[in-house]
């Protein structure tokens, strides 16, 4: 067996999102030397179960083994006749982890760095597109690329969100927007705080925004928000130094819960 390559491929399977957990059963297919065989993570996010089968097969040349894809399937508590299924390939700098994965199955959008066949390395938003699927049927992903002019820094900012304020604040809520979450935030309205969550939109180059009952907010009262601004600011300074830390993201969609399970074989 090829220690070099079960510890490489030990280190993909983690920062793919899949954790630790699964050395033990992955040497042992690569010592009896199996062909193909796959790795079953079960996880949860929110209230909707997710399930990852990791495929890996055997070189025809040499003793290496690849992780070529893994197929994710969600289930709603809400629905659980129905399950969606995607499968998402493993390429050099191009991997989407286990929780982007999921993010673009719930329709939201990813930001990633990816390399292109001529291997330059070229920034893009990805979001999945439900109306369109390959022969595969998996669902096709859009890209929108550095020209298309998407600027989430700059569409934040047409925004009163308090944690914009804050450099430390401002980065943690667009790395968590990067990554396709749908993340809290603080809109300074009319002299209150108002909590709302948000997430990226690529596509018409902005953000969406939904109330605390998560009810789309409409984005023209942008301007309305922007108005009050003023006032916020001197709100701002009445009560400086009483932020709080950005939220990891909201509540309806935790991380996905700590469960140590016995990593399965097929």
């Not at 597109?129 to 096709?140: A, I, P, T």
């Not at 929108?144 to 401002?170: F, M, R, V, W």
């Not at 979450?181 to 705080?193: D, H, I, R």
């Not at 969406?208 to 409409?218: A, E, G, K, L, T």
Request: no cysteine.
């Amino acid at each position: 067996m090829n220690q070099k390559n079960l510890e490489y491929l030990k280190d993909q399977i983690k920062y793919t999102g899949f954790g630790e957990g699964f050395e033990a059963p992955l040497k042992r297919m690569m010592e009896i030397e199996k062909p193909a065989f796959k790795l079953v993570h079960e996880t949860q996010f929110g209230t909707d179960k997710v399930e990852a089968r990791m495929n890996f097969s055997k070189s025809k040349q040499t003793d290496m083994y690849f992780f070529n894809s893994y197929q994710m399937s969600v289930q709603k508590e809400n629905n659980p006749d129905e399950t969606m299924k995607q499968t998402f390939y493993i390429n050099k700098g191009n991997n989407i982890t286990l929780k982007e994965a999921y993010n673009l199955m719930e329709g939201r959008s990813v930001n990633k760095d990816l390399t292109n066949k001529e291997g330059q390395l070229y920034n893009a938003w990805l979001q999945m597109d439900f109306k369109q699927s390959d022969d595969n049927g998996n669902f096709k992903i859009q890209q929108y690329h550095q020209n298309y002019g998407y600027d989430l820094e700059a569409t934040l900012s047409k925004h009163p969100i308090k944690e914009l304020e804050n450099e430390t604040y401002k980065s943690n809520l667009m790395d968590s927007l990067k990554k396709g979450n749908l993340q809290s935030a603080t809109f300074q309205m009319e002299g209150s705080e108002q909590k709302q969550y948000i997430e990226a939109n690529p596509r018409f180059k902005t953000i969406n925004i939904y109330d605390s009952n998560m009810q789309r907010v409409d984005n023209r009262q942008s301007k309305r928000e922007k108005q009050s601004e003023a006032q916020s600011r001197s709100a701002k300074q009445e009560h400086k130094g009483q932020e709080q830390p950005i939220a990891d993201e909201a509540p309806d969609i935790p991380k996905a819960k700590k469960k140590r399970k016995r990593p399965t074989i097929t």
